[in-house]
């Protein structure tokens, strides 16, 4: 009975249940963080520069970079499981000359939109495979991958740009229900991964291979299988990013913006992803990735030379950095 | 065990090498000519000076992604410094150095301070640098450099090109640092087991804050470097060295975990992508075909030496 | 109590790691409603063997028996269907994840659909902790802002959620307080009367007296007795354990105690080191006894300068000194050895030539340079003097035996040659002979001068090597009894006190 007693007493000072907002802030503090960071940048920007919302714009800034926030969501699945891929730029270089090459050898449209997701994750199981089972850290694997996704590409096109392309598969200058393509492929993607991450068990296991692998083991989640499952599906969004890629001008260049792949891991890493794996959303790296295209924006309308723009978005990463890890060390001590 | 799978590993390398060099002489009678082995060997400085500090610093389990930023910032004010503030030359590139070197400095305080994971403090200080050298370069790249500024990189000294003696200089000297020296052995420790090291007295956090700081005077010395060799200035220069260098460390053998890994290897592993890249594009194989043939090579070299030591378990 | 039959029966189980027989020929079973102590040294294969009954290890030869039917577990899983949970020492939870998440994971309920339904995955998981009287736990906190007792709930919550016929608990009170270890004893009883099967894997006797209906003692790797509680008595399970009587165990060498060489007073640091005030003298063997989680390891950090004192005084040979780094502590002429050997003591993949000299290198080199060769020679000195079995002095420390590694460890710090050595646990996972042998090393040294301070979770060691015990509770002082008056009554009642103005 005197347990029961002292239990009580000792019970901790937090209530039974903390308020909504209180859970949502624990559960999803990061990308909170950076939306509201994106909305007081609109704010401020459009109080300076009142053109900063016009459709246009607007535009620009979702529909122009959705391709990197789809790939940062597979990006961020493989990161959770604290893995890493540095390959994924030059994997959606070599994925758009695909497309794009069998579009304009006279393939049937669906066929070159189809291709790059179904190759993608043919180059990405080998990946898989190599570090699941080879036991090759994944980051010497993508380094590998990476010479020979580049040297491939540069080897096969010799530089030349991939013009010519039909009408129909430019997909990313369309719209659907008034909306541009991009934008709408960025927000259904990224839900169904968040949905996908949060409610099923296979999702979930991606959370327990990275947060604590010994642990996974013992509770019987098959570890390489899911490694190379992930590996997969993460091609497969860089071949659904490489069709907004590919579709967005008339010609499809032979280089890819150079240190996508660093972009992109910054996107995830940015949007909440522990590097260390075990956490993070998808919701959260997408946002990140507004929130670039956001400052990338915002720095031309408060005319910011274009020069300098590097610079200071490499400094609100380093400040976004440096703020999440005092974030944390606040609270894990 | 260790030791000789370290051994191994190198021995295995080093025969590849040797195998690599007599194909390709078969392939082309210009290859193995004294004249085109140098060459290359001026070709292969600057990513081998950045390539043995980055081999200190994954042997602590760290790594720098930032070095090629550090040398486009440093090559553009090296520039700035000479032509838009008008200092003499061998001052502006010194200064550039100092400020390349701080540049480092920085990553190792974000880093030892704040406790940022390396990839990630130096995933940002990439872009920040990278920012840095656009912002100040407006895109405007500086030429017309004094003629004795080439002797450092398209001239030789004793029959041999001048950045070659830099590269060996700092091999030999990096090597007998890692080898003999209570910073080698801390280095190792470090990478090993750092809460160890730190229960043993060792000073993890002032190493790492020196090799960081290291790797950034080795960018920047290969920037000055590079500049002579080109003779020109831009801001996107150095773009992706980061991970030639990382892959010719690995490739030599360095544990990308940390705790493992030698100068001699990364040496090899450096000598073995020049080798390939130059070999292959005299035997008419596309230049940039051999780029794929380096990254085959590293996991293929990797997967290798996983296989001979499987015995041995990472604990 | 229960004289059912057994709902699990191990028969005849062996296991061998690279040549090393770990478990010989063990027999072991436990009933619904049973609560099923197992004893035994660290290294006498509990772990062992409650691994093979929850399926991480595979049996070389045996036979595991579930409800009348043989079984073969070759995964956790196959372990979990037969209705076996085990809640392990290092507690297996995923920090990130929420607690209701961590109960139920790889075991989600679903909906209609086919999705994970996490209305219901918090309303049962509110309910598994209702049962365990847990109400001031969040089913949505995440796991890493709880306490060590509150992640032990979770697991309990979690074995309870696969409908658990039989659970294992490997030390569960290793790293808790008092008040938690009442709670959990609570819990366990509860389940017993539910009928819940339970394998209780302790050292700590007054529990296993408190709570089990049955005793099973192993010793290196065999079987020695099992035995319903009521026909043993605490040395009588003792010298089962150990294999012969304490006495001989713990050789304590009479050494002359000279004059104060530490003096600390009024030292503090967080909640768990708080206003403590000792003096340490030359020759002197002071043993620290506290429960996991007391302070006991905190108080030696502080003195080590892992973590410096915040406030209060250290006193070196009458010196007034600071302590902020291990490497002030070094050269102060202050040792540790540390309670976690694999990693804070050693770096396993180097030699034992480099593990030796880690500590003095700056000492063994001349300029930046190391002198190889007197590192050498050191270390197979040390090799010598403290008997380390080795194949030689480049060999990886990885590869020795626990006994031989805590031997490099101590090595690397009488190099140093300390005036004061903290030995943290010095002989946790060391097989019995080279326990012996490390007591030898501790007697040896004191006789030299050095003193030492010595914690130790395991009574007898500190009475048997101690001349003075401190005792640690709640980060106080709570007890400083001499070697005469150390009764493991008395130590054991200043453990478990808990002094007044104490907020935990």
Same mark, same amino acid.
């Given at each position: 009975m005197t347990t029961t007693v002292e239990a009580t007493a000792r019970?901790?000072?937090?209530?039974q249940r903390p308020g909504f907002f209180k859970r949502l802030f624990a559960e999803y503090g990061q990308e909170i963080v950076v939306l509201a960071a994106i909305v007081m940048l609109f704010a401020i920007v459009t109080m300076v520069n009142?053109?900063?919302?016009s459709a246009n714009n607007l535009t620009t800034i979702f529909s122009g970079n959705a391709y990197i926030a789809v790939a940062a969501i597979g990006m961020a699945m493989v990161i959770v499981t604290g893995n890493i891929d540095v390959s994924v730029g030059a994997l959606i270089g070599v994925l758009a000359t695909i497309s794009g090459s069998l579009a304009v050898a006279g393939y049937p449209i669906w066929f070159a939109w189809l291709a790059p997701v179904v190759v993608g994750m043919a180059v990405n199981a080998i990946i898989g495979i190599l570090v699941a $089972?080879?036991?090759?850290?994944s980051i010497v694997v993508t380094l590998g991958a990476l010479s020979i996704l580049r040297g491939g590409l540069i080897s096969v096109t010799g530089g030349t740009w991939i013009t010519d392309?039909?009408?129909? $598969?430019?997909?990313?200058?369309k719209q659907i229900f008034g909306l541009p393509v991009p934008l709408v492929f960025m927000v259904v993607l990224t839900l169904l991964a968040a949905f996908w991450m949060r409610y099923t068990a296979f999702g979930r296991s991606l959370y327990a291979i990275g947060g604590n692998a010994e642990a996974a083991l013992a509770t019987g989640i098959p570890i390489a299988r899911r490694t190379v499952a992930v590996f997969v599906i993460h091609g497969a969004f860089a071949g659904l990013a490489t069709i907004l890629f590919a579709t967005q001008l008339q010609v499809i260049q032979s280089t890819v913006p150079p240190n996508l792949e660093l972009t992109v891991i910054t996107a995830a890493v940015i949007g909440g992803v522990s590097i260390l794996g075990g956490s993070g959303t998808v919701i959260g790296s997408t946002l990140a990735t507004i929130l670039f295209a956001t400052i990338g924006s915002a720095l031309i309308f408060v005319n910011v030379s274009a020069y300098w723009l590097r610079a200071v978005i490499g400094l609100l990463i380093l400040a976004t950095v440096l703020a999440d890890m005092l974030r944390r060390r606040g609270r894990g001590a | 065990m260790k030791l000789k799978s370290l051994i191994r590993h190198e021995t295995f390398l080093a025969v590849l090498l040797v195998v690599v060099l007599i194909v390709l002489s078969f392939q082309s009678?210009?290859?193995?000519t004294i004249d085109n082995l140098l060459n290359q060997g001026r070709l292969m400085t600057e990513i081998g000076l950045i390539a043995i500090a980055m081999t200190f610093v994954i042997a602590t389990g760290g790594i720098d992604l930032s070095v090629g930023s550090i040398l486009g910032l440093t090559a553009i004010l090296t520039g700035v410094f000479w032509q838009?503030? %008008?200092?003499p030359l061998p001052v502006a590139a010194t200064a550039a150095i100092a400020a390349g070197t701080f540049a480092g400095f920085v990553n190792g305080v974000i880093i030892?301070?704040?406790?940022?994971?390396p990839l990630i403090a130096t995933l940002a200080t990439l872009a920040l640098y990278r920012g840095l050298a656009e912002g100040i370069s407006q895109a405007r790249s500086v030429r017309g450099y004094?003629?004795?500024?080439?002797?450092?990189?398209q001239k030789d000294v004793l029959g041999v090109p001048t950045q070659l003696w830099i590269l060996l200089f700092a091999a030999v000297v990096a090597s007998v640092i890692l080898a003999y020296t209570t910073w080698g052995r801390t280095v190792y420790a470090v990478g090993s087991n750092e809460v160890a090291s730190r229960f043993s007295g060792l000073s993890v956090e002032k190493t790492k804050l020196a090799l960081y700081t290291a790797s950034g005077f080795a960018a920047a010395v290969a920037a000055v470097i590079f500049v002579s060799r080109v003779s020109t200035t831009r801001s996107?220069? %150095?773009?992706?060295i980061e991970l030639d260098a990382i892959t010719a460390v690995v490739l030599g053998g360095t544990s990308i975990f940390g705790g493992r890994g030698t100068i001699i290897g990364t040496i090899i592993g450096l000598c073995l992508i020049q080798a390939l890249k130059n070999g292959l594009s005299l035997a %008419?194989?596309?230049?940039?075909g051999t780029i794929m043939l380096i990254g085959a090579v590293l996991i293929l070299a990797i997967l290798a030496s996983n296989l001979f030591e499987r015995s041995g378990t990472r604990t | 109590m229960s004289n059912s039959t057994a709902y699990v029966s191990l028969t005849d189980m062996s296991k061998s790691f690279g040549g090393v027989?770990?478990?010989?020929?063990v027999s072991f079973d436990v009933r619904p409603g049973e609560v099923h102590a197992l004893l035994g040294e660290n290294g006498a294969g509990k772990s062992t063997l409650i691994k093979m009954m929850s399926g991480l290890y595979t049996p070389d030869a045996g036979t595991i028996t579930v409800d009348g039917r043989e079984l073969k577990f070759s995964t956790t899983r196959d372990a979990g269907a037969a209705g076996i949970a085990t809640v392990y020492q290092e507690l297996l939870l995923f920090?990130?994840?929420s607690v209701a998440e961590n109960v139920f994971l790889g075991n989600y309920p679903r909906t209609a659909t086919g999705i994970i339904d996490w209305a219901e995955v918090r309303r049962r998981t509110r309910d598994l902790l209702d049962q365990l009287?847990?109400?001031?736990?969040?089913?949505?906190?995440? =796991?890493?802002?709880?306490s060590v007792a509150q992640r032990q709930r979770v697991e309990i919550a979690k074995a309870l959620s696969k409908n658990a016929r039989i659970l294992i608990m490997d030390?569960?009170? +290793? #790293?808790? =307080?008092e008040s938690d270890v009442q709670r959990l004893m609570a819990v366990v009883r509860q389940l017993r009367e539910r009928g819940v099967g339970i394998v209780y894997v302790s050292h700590r006797m007054p529990e296993i007296f408190a709570l089990a209906d049955r005793v099973t003692v192993l010793r290196d790797g065999a079987h020695v007795a099992t035995r319903?509680?009521?026909? =043993?008595?605490e040395n009588q399970l003792v010298s089962m354990m150990? &294999?012969?009587?304490i006495e001989s165990l713990f050789p304590k060498a009479q050494a002359s105690i000279g004059g104060t060489v530490l003096r600390v007073t009024k030292l503090n640091h967080?909640?768990?080191?708080?206003?403590i005030s000792f003096a340490l003298r030359r020759g002197e063997i002071l043993g620290i006894a506290g429960? =996991?989680? #007391?302070?006991r390891t905190e108080l030696a950090l502080t003195l080590f300068g892992m973590?410096? +004192?915040?406030s209060g005084e250290i006193e070196m040979e009458g010196k007034a000194v600071r302590i902020g780094s291990p490497r002030q502590a070094r050269d102060l002429g202050i040792a540790y050895v540390p309670e976690d050997r694999g990693l804070q003591g050693l770096?396993? +993949?180097?030699a034992i030539r480099k593990n030796v000299s880690m500590a003095t290198i700056e000492r063994l080199s001349s300029g930046i340079f190391i002198k190889a060769g007197e590192e050498a020679q050191r270390a197979l000195d040390a090799v010598k003097r403290l008997s380390i079995?080795?194949?030689?002095?480049?060999?990886?420390? &990885?590869?020795? #035996?626990g006994g031989n590694q805590q031997k490099v460890v101590i090595a690397k710090w009488l190099e140093t040659m300390p005036k004061v050595l903290i030995l943290d646990e010095?002989?946790?996972?060391?097989?019995v002979g080279a326990k012996a042998e490390i007591h030898t090393i501790m007697g040896e040294l004191v006789k030299q001068g050095v003193a030492i301070i010595m914690i130790s979770s395991e009574l007898p060691e500190v009475l048997g090597m101690s001349d003075r015990v401190l005792v640690i509770s709640g980060g106080q002082i709570t007890g400083e009894i001499d070697r005469a008056d150390a009764t493991p009554e008395r130590v054991g009642a200043a453990m478990t006190a808990h002094r007044s103005g104490e907020a935990a």
């Open positions: 019970s901790r000072t937090a209530p009142p053109r900063f919302i $089972y080879a036991r090759i850290p392309l039909p009408p129909d $598969y430019l997909i990313a200058q | 009678d210009r290859f193995f838009n503030v %008008g200092l030892t301070r704040f406790r940022v994971p004094p003629e004795w500024f080439y002797v450092l990189g996107d220069m %150095g773009t992706g %008419g194989i596309k230049g940039d | 027989k770990v478990l010989k020929d920090p990130e994840l009287d847990t109400f001031d736990l969040d089913v949505d906190t995440k =796991v890493l802002s709880l030390e569960p009170t +290793a #790293s808790l =307080v319903d509680i009521g026909e =043993v008595d150990v &294999g012969r009587s967080g909640r768990h080191v708080r206003d429960l =996991v989680g #007391s302070g973590t410096p +004192a915040t770096v396993k +993949a180097m079995r080795c194949r030689n002095i480049g060999q990886p420390v &990885g590869e020795l #035996s010095p002989t946790r996972g060391v097989d």
